[in-house]
């Protein structure tokens, strides 16, 4: 039998396990759609979320894109895993990731809170998170006092706002869905200062039609020099858990995550 024949058998037998037939076309997207594991198991596609983050995470085209969910798309693709990426603010991915089977989230920070409640598959990329004012209300931050005398935006359920309520400046806080709400305020003056990435927040600032000059890296926050992760719910299937980690462990051997070499 040659190649032609037994990729045609193949198919002849198939579909004579996913027998879908509409309107007198057979479908053929339920066998695609569950990648078979080594061990003859059909895996199931996962559900991945984040939150609007831009340039790490964001939307082009209607589409789920940006820096971070690049590398997440070639690990899925790497480990022959099927996918649907959704943004949501970051509390509602979080609470869906905690609680949906096969749900992988990306763009999250391992703190001891959230420890048990993933499995870690690895890093995604880096972040180096600090104040960021408006260059014509200066301020004058020269240590962690000094906030209570500033509003700052987070967003909700973030490691910034984790953080600072930590710190006891829960009243200084003004919580919001996403950073662009967050940066909303900043821009009309609500609050002084929100948090972001001096690698990253050029792309907000080009979003909302800002000069260079016109925002200010103003203060380090050093806790929030951190790792982001690709995680997964405990109950995601084992074959996909060890899929992905491999795949996400052999893209960062060869293309280690830098800011600098991230597309701008």
Do not use: C
């Not at 996918?83 to 001891?112: C, D, E, V």
């Not at 890296?217 to 899929?243: D, G, S």
């Amino acid at each position: 039998m040659n190649f032609w024949e037994l990729t045609w058998q193949s198919m002849r037998n198939a579909l004579a396990v996913f027998p879908y037939r509409r309107a007198g076309f057979i479908l053929l997207a339920p066998f695609f759609s569950f990648p078979l594991a080594a061990s003859g198991l059909i895996l199931p596609a996962v559900t991945v979320v984040t939150e609007l983050s831009p340039p790490a995470q964001t939307i082009v085209s209607n589409e789920v894109d940006g820096v971070f969910t690049r590398r997440v798309r070639q690990v899925l693709q790497d480990a022959g895993i099927e996918s649907q990426f959704y943004i949501y603010p970051w509390a509602r991915a979080l609470n869906r990731a905690k609680t949906h089977p096969n749900t992988l989230i990306y763009g999250i920070a391992k703190t001891p809170q959230r420890q048990s409640d993933f499995v870690w598959l690895g890093e995604i990329g880096t972040y180096q998170l600090g104040l960021v004012h408006l260059s014509q209300r200066p301020v004058g931050i020269n240590a962690l006092a000094d906030l209570q005398r500033f509003s700052i935006a987070v967003q909700r359920e973030d490691i910034a706002y984790q953080y600072l309520s930590e710190l006891g400046l829960d009243k200084q806080l003004m919580v919001t869905a996403d950073i662009q709400a967050s940066w909303r305020l900043l821009l009309n003056g609500k609050v002084d200062l929100v948090v972001d990435d001096p690698n990253a927040m050029h792309a907000l600032r080009e979003e909302f039609g800002l000069p260079p000059e016109a925002v200010t890296y103003a203060f380090p926050l050093e806790a929030l020099f951190t790792t982001t992760y690709l995680a997964a719910h405990p109950n995601t299937h084992p074959e996909v858990i060890q899929r992905v980690r491999q795949a996400l462990a052999d893209l960062n051997r060869r293309q280690p995550f830098k800011w600098s070499s991230a597309p701008r």
